[in-house]
């Protein structure tokens, strides 16, 4: 049996607003609260990973890193930068407005956060 990631919980201090903001920069359907599970707020990444917002008093942040094609990680930048979204090259400073034109991982990488702290990179090829 293959191993994959079905959804993780990403804790928040209002689990809308980053649903929200996670669904908007990334190009993702918004659809509300779960139907049976109203505590979080889930954001379908692709067919095998869900991001469950969680509301938390005291969010802790996390580090969530995707891999997207070119395409996409243009239209990210595109639409952080109509928000005027702060982005950046390196985790310590995610809001440098830079893009990483060689990410150790090969390609183009980016980083920016939410209000509760939590880190987002994107790597692309």
């Not at 079905?6 to 996670?22: C, G, K, L, Y």
Request: hydrophobic share 40%.
């Amino acid at each position: 049996m293959t191993i994959t990631l079905n959804h993780t919980i990403v804790t928040a201090a209002d689990n809308d607003e980053a649903a929200r903001f996670f669904a908007a920069v990334m190009g993702l359907d918004h659809t509300g609260p779960h139907p049976h599970a109203r505590h979080f707020v889930p954001i379908k990444v692709n067919e095998q990973l869900t991001l469950d917002f969680l509301t938390v008093a005291r969010p802790q942040g996390h580090h969530l890193a995707f891999d997207v094609d070119a395409a996409t990680f243009d239209a990210v930048v595109y639409r952080l930068d109509a928000r005027d979204i702060p982005y950046g090259d390196q985790p310590a400073h995610p809001d440098n407005g830079r893009i990483d034109d060689a990410h150790p991982l090969g390609g183009r990488g980016l980083y920016f956060s939410d209000s509760s702290g939590n880190l987002y990179e994107l790597i692309s090829p």
